[in-house]
């Protein structure tokens, strides 16, 4: 795609004042007097529109988007078929509960759901509002349909800030610092994370699948395991991509011990990573699979998809709430669907990962800080090699002061992340890399 017009919106850099300028300024002190401290800004330009791959700022300036609000407007922001959707089911009707009186757009995106996450097994989903209210009700399904109680997770994971997705969670700060005592029965495994695996990355698959079987046999015992729940590429934890193999390995052995597997998709789904879903790259058929994120074009949806037997196995009226699968997000996911099909953006993906993998590894030749370059299609990172985050956090500071939005990740700070819309246009991709190095060039030389 080239860069034209999206939304009327041109699709460019524009900066007018320095980033954030005054209107947003002052916006901002409203903020601090309103707005819970605890609640943080990355970059705080207040925003007044956006459209494709730009965001425009209350002081007109026009940001070039490589975070997608973390990994959700993978159709763009505004995005055309959304917009028409989501105006049309207001005009109708806002809201009547699916559990009291149900409407046909939930049950299609439960269909479509069934059809495009991994596995040809006959499938069921029920939908929820958030990505962690998706990941407790995995949880609880796998617990009630197995009736074992632990949970075994691993190390980099993020799943959410809820109490039982804060167990669940990996880092303690910012996520989980005096929120505790936390969910119990949730055991911690070593993920296969080559980069910084103690005996390097060629044994790093067979290691961790050590450890992680070892963890499980002696410290919880196999048959009290309700689920194994994993990131098929870790976000919060640094966009890491485990070991070739390990997670078909993990699968299998889950399958083999009555264990069911979790796959989180709620940052890897919907097209981000080259294909629908991660778990195709890593060869493994979930058995439950949490989507958030990307599934409705910014709308707040989530789901819960998985084999039919295990999702039927729970009681009426035990899973729900007021607002999961409201009609607006329906009619919004169902649009932001359609928009990934017609505009083949799984390819537009792996066409950004090209693009942006030359670039990424030529700071990696020149800036010997960079440890690694990683990831798949449009979810790819930096991780510096010293695990502090002074580094990841003047670069994207850098970026930020001219008009590019990037995002930090990893356990240690250490991680410049980015998530540029699927249908960003090359010419706004090219843009926002050039600002990237000079970034690069300002901080580290
Ligand atoms: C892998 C993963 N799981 C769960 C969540 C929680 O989703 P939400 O913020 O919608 O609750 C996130 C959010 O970043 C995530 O990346």
């Known amino acids: 795609m080239t860069t034209g017009t999206s939304q009327g919106i041109e699709q460019r850099r524009v900066l007018r004042t320095e980033i954030p300028g005054p209107r947003s300024r002052e916006l901002h002190a409203r903020k601090v007097a309103a707005v819970a401290s605890g609640v943080g800004t990355t970059l705080p330009a ?23 609000g973390i990994a959700v407007t993978n159709v763009g922001n505004s995005a055309p078929r959304v ?23 939930y049950v299609a995106v439960a269909e479509r759901l069934n059809e495009l996450t991994p596995g040809d097994h006959e499938k069921r989903t029920a939908l929820f509002n958030s990505g962690a209210e998706a990941v407790e009700n995995a949880v609880k399904i796998a617990r009630h349909h197995t009736g074992r109680s632990a949970v075994v997770a691993f190390d980099h994971a993020y799943h959410g800030r809820t109490n039982l997705t804060m167990a669940l969670t990996a880092k303690n700060m910012p996520y989980k610092h005096r929120f505790g005592p936390f969910a119990g029965e949730v055991h911690r495994v070593p993920m296969a994370y080559p980069y910084r695996w103690p005996s390097g990355s060629a044994t790093c698959a067979d290691e961790a699948f050590e450890a992680f079987t070892a963890t499980v046999r002696v410290q919880v015992g196999s048959d009290n395991v309700a689920a194994v729940i994993v990131e098929p590429i870790q976000g919060e934890g640094g966009f890491i991509v485990p070991a070739p193999g390990f997670l078909r390995r993990v699968a299998q052995w889950c399958a083999a ?15 981000r990573t080259g294909d629908w879903f991660a778990s195709t790259h890593e060869g493994i058929v979930p058995d439950l699979i949490t989507t958030a994120k990307g599934i409705a074009g910014g709308l707040p949806l989530a789901a819960v998809t998985g084999r039919a037997e ?43 990962e090209s693009t942006m993998l030359t670039r990424l ?15 798949r299609g449009a979810m790819l990172a930096v991780e510096f090699a010293e695990p502090t985050p002074a580094l990841a956090g003047a670069v994207s500071a850098a970026c ?46």
Do not use: W
Not at 257 to 271: A, K, R
Not at 405 to 427: K, S, Y
């Open 46 to 68: 207040y925003v007044v529109r956006a459209g494709g791959g730009i965001v425009v700022d209350v002081d007109d300036n026009q940001l070039i988007d490589f975070g997608s």
């Open 83 to 105: 917009v028409d959707a989501v105006r049309a089911q207001v005009d109708d009707f806002t809201h009547t509960c699916f559990m009291i009186t149900p409407y046909e757009s």
């Open 257 to 271: 011990e009555g264990i069911l597997l979790i796959v989180d998709e709620i940052q890897t789904g919907f097209c």
């Open 310 to 352: 295990i999702m039927d196995s729970v009681h009426v009226g035990g899973l729900g709430g007021t607002y999961g699968g409201n009609p607006v997000a329906c009619a919004a996911a169902l649009a932001a669907i359609d928009t990934m099909q017609a505009e083949d953006l799984c390819g537009a993906a792996r066409r950004i």
């Open 361 to 375: 590894a030529a700071l990696a030749a020149k800036f010997d800080q960079v440890g690694e370059v990683r990831g």
């Open 400 to 445: 930020h002061r001219t008009g590019l939005i990037t995002l930090t990740a990893g356990t240690f700070g250490n991680v410049l992340r980015f998530l540029p819309p699927l249908v960003i246009g090359d010419d706004l991709l090219i843009e926002g890399l050039d600002i990237l190095d000079a970034a690069f060039q300002e901080v580290l030389s």
